[in-house]
């Protein structure tokens, strides 16, 4: 489904200050319908903060926020009836069944007798919890527990969801479980916006990435984009004999290691660059056995961004 052209959300000048402590400091953001956005930062860096008001459960000091062109504050319930919204902990009731948890999610939403059975049986299949929809949640593994947590912020059919750091605790296979619901809602249309912890997680997932650090937006841009912004990237060259390399050496500069057969060359690993040494090996007849891309991972540019004294959450 191609993107909304009304933003999702439009976040322009928000500042928010406990005491003398700045929060958020004057943040600005757009991000487009139907797209999955990662936050990341730093503990303290008000990730949970910007969350917590967008999802209008605390107030700006000052700014103002759109949600698919409606005003947060002036239009609060029905920027509510356009968002879901999963927390850091899964917001479920143990002594409940995953059955019952849904169709008290969907009584508090209104949604109708009828509407809300249909509904909760078509999520417990989404989310594969229909075996254990009539199971205490007490008995769920934390993985059962966030897809049903996940399901519930589902109910309202929202246009927007909030996952703040959704997979925090989860085994490997968990995460990869919910990293394709992920994919799934967002294929349909739902616009996700992700904060998390884990670096990984926002390479797979992201269509845009923003990280924040000390209340500001200190970098934003696909995960690619992000990539080149720090250095090290280059592209390493291996040949079959000595002769090669040192012919190679000679016409490109980068760093020859004979031992190895190789030539490192600094790059950003563009495909257009790629390209024009590729063209250069083959004016001079240069045989190339191997060729090797490395360009500079999220933690490279999260710790290059980021680098100070995290604090506490």
Known sequence: MPPERV??????????AFGRHVVLDDLDLDIAAGTIFALLGPNGAGKTTLVRILA??????????????????????????????TGQNAAVDG???????????????????????????????????????DKPVDAYSGGM???????MSLMGKPRIVFLDEPTTGLDPRSRRDLWSAIRELAAEGTTIFLTT??????????????VIDDGRIVADGTPAELKRLV??????????????????ARAITGRADREQLTLQVPSDGSAGEIKRLLDRCAELDIAIEQLTVHTPDLDDVFFALTERTEVAA
Not at 7 to 16: N, W
Not at 145 to 151: F, G, M, P, S, V
């Open 56 to 85: 209008t459960l605390i107030r700006p000091d000052s700014g103002a926020v759109g949600v698919f062109d409606h005003d947060l504050l002036r239009d609060a319930d029905t920027v509510r009836r356009l968002i879901g919204v």
């Open 95 to 133: 002594v409940l069944t995953g059955a019952e948890n849904l169709r008290l999610t969907g009584r508090l939403l209104h949604l109708g007798r009828e509407e809300t059975r249909r509904r909760g049986a078509e999520l417990l299949e989404r989310f594969d919890l229909v075996e254990a929809a």
């Open 197 to 210: 912890q884990y670096l990984e997680e926002a390479d797979q997932l992201a269509d845009r990435i923003a």
């Open 7 to 16: 933003p999702a959300l439009s976040i322009r000048h928000v500042h928010k």
């Open 231 to 248: 250095p090290g990237g280059h592209i390493q060259f291996r040949f079959a004999d000595r002769d090669l390399l040192d012919t190679a």
């Open 145 to 151: 527990r966030r897809r049903l947590d996940l399901a």
